[in-house]
T-cell receptor, first 111, second 116 residues
Framework: GIQVEQSPPDLILQEGANSTLRCNFS?????LQWFHQNPWGQLINLFY???GTKQNGRLSATTVATERYSLLYISSSQTTDSGVYFC?????????????FGPGTRLSVLP | DAGVTQSPTHLIKTRGQQVTLRCSPK?????VSWYQQALGQGPQFIFQ???????QRGNFPDRFSGHQFPNYSSELNVNALLLGDSALYLC???????????????FGQGTRLTVV
């Protein structure tokens, strides 16, 4: 089955710093989503981005489907950005079926 | 517009017991998927329901079963609980556009199950 890798596994930043999180996947996908999991376990939708570039405030994301990777950019980080960031892909051979999650990047933003 | 809602939020069960978790999808969605998330790991797909049928299943034993009701809400049942079933169980809803698959998934807040 498809493999999803995320890097780095852990990231510690000072408030105000910028960061880039990466998601690599091993096969073609129909969909890709980025989530932020807060300390209470809620998965919060950040981007639905099977291809192209999107921006939402201080966050932006780019997916290059032909090269099988996606990047999540966080600018001017805040302590509330802390948590685990997951990339999830819907494999093309499981069209409409389910998401495969990466292992996550744990972000800690220090005041 | 209510998002995806799950109940209960926390649950403690004894090994060998049975448990039922519930999920109501986001308004307009017709597809419900269940995931298990062990501590420190990413969510793992259990199964997906569409039109009251199990459409696909992940690598989970038959002790895990589910149901979808005509109003699209869903239940996850786990029989003969093991200590290793302790996890956060997440429900996701998507779809709602008959014939179209590429729709964004939204997750509930999860049910944290502890088996003692």
């Amino acid at each position: 089955g498809i493999q999803v890798e995320q890097s780095p596994p852990d990231l510690i930043l000072q408030e105000g710093a910028n960061s880039t999180l990466r998601c690599n996947f091993s096969d073609s996908v129909n969909n890709l989503q980025w989530f932020h999991q807060n300390p209470w376990g809620q998965l919060i939708n950040l981007f639905y981005i099977p291809s192209g570039t999107k921006q939402n405030g201080r966050l932006s994301a780019t997916t290059v489907a032909t090269e099988r990777y996606s990047l999540l950019y966080i600018s001017s980080s805040q302590t509330t950005d802390s948590g685990v960031y997951f990339c999830a892909v819907e494999p093309r051979d499981n069209y409409g079926q389910n998401f495969v999650f990466g292992p996550g990047t744990r972000l800690s933003v220090l005041p | 517009d209510a998002g995806v809602t799950q109940s209960p939020t926390h649950l403690i069960k004894t090994r060998g017991q049975q448990v039922t978790l519930r999920c109501s999808p986001k308004s307009g969605h017709d597809t419900v998927s269940w995931y298990q998330q062990a501590l420190g790991q990413g969510p793992q797909f259990i199964f997906q329901y569409y039109e009251e049928e199990e459409r696909q299943r992940g690598n989970f034993p038959d002790r895990f079963s589910g149901h979808q009701f005509p109003n699209y809400s869903s239940e996850l049942n786990v029989n003969a609980l093991l200590l290793g079933d302790s996890a956060l169980y997440l429900c996701a809803s998507s779809g709602g556009l008959r014939g179209m698959w590429n729709t964004e998934a939204f997750f509930g807040q999860g049910t944290r199950l502890t088996v003692v």
